[in-house]
């Protein structure tokens, strides 16, 4: 089975610029989950997704930061304008809720440095 | 104050030895707790969930102190691949799916 699926894999990009982030959750799960992390903060949960429908972004930093789910194999994290304080991985996990079990299964994630 | 505070480590061990990772909670409404593993530059996994009873896989053993907010892992007769960072993870009540992560506590195993 495929599991998640991020690209690019890393990107390298200068101050000002617009940055967009894919990710392809696993088939069939019904939350998607959109991460940071950085050394000084570690992991940082920035929004999640349910059955497509946003339902928590108090993690989104500020209104540089959007993301989009227009359907259940893929979604979008864009940054516009990037900073460099931006530059961290960014993850992508799925997960599928069945009565009480349920594991997040991330994406390799995508380096981003911005310069 | 962090929702959830690991010691940072490194923890560096011989192969063959026992050790033991601790991590608190503040939020009184954590409900599930796992804890995960990640390799260097690589995504996390999980390791397993801890239950209240305590719990076993192998050479891994998770416990919870529910009244003390305190979460442990032991791992005993280290192996080189238990080489990565574990990553003590909190789920509260009625915030289905969102996860709260440590900082992580690094082992390095050496021979």
């Known amino acids: 089975d495929a599991g998640v699926i991020q690209s690019p894999r890393h990107e390298v990009t200068e101050m000002g610029q617009e940055v967009t982030l894919r990710c392809k959750p696993i088939s069939g799960h019904d939350y998607l989950f959109w991460y940071r992390q950085t050394m000084m903060r570690g992991l940082e949960l920035l929004i999640y997704f349910n059955n497509n429908v946003p339902i928590d972004d108090s993690g989104m930093p500020e209104d540089r930061f959007s993301a989009k789910m227009p359907n259940a194999s893929f979604s979008t994290l864009k940054i516009q304008p990037s900073e460099p304080r931006d530059s961290a991985v960014y993850f992508c996990a799925s997960s599928l809720v069945t009565g009480h079990q349920e594991t997040q299964y991330f994406g390799p994630g995508t380096r981003l440095l911005v310069l | ?111």
């Open chain 2, 1 to 111: 104050r962090k929702e959830v505070e690991q010691d940072p480590g490194p923890f560096n061990v011989p192969e063959g030895a026992t050790v033991a990772f601790n991590c608190t909670y503040s939020n009184s409404a954590s409900q599930s707790f796992f804890w995960y593993r990640q390799d260097c530059r690589k995504e996390p996994k999980l390791l397993m969930s801890v239950y209240s009873s305590g719990n076993e896989d192998g050479r891994f053993t998770a416990q919870l102190n529910r009244a003390s907010q305190y979460i442990s892992l032991l791992i005993r007769d280290s192996k080189l691949s238990d080489s990565a960072t574990y990553l003590c993870v909190s789920r509260n009540t009625g915030t289905a799916s969102k996860l709260t992560f440590g900082t992580g506590t690094r082992l390095q195993v050496t021979l």
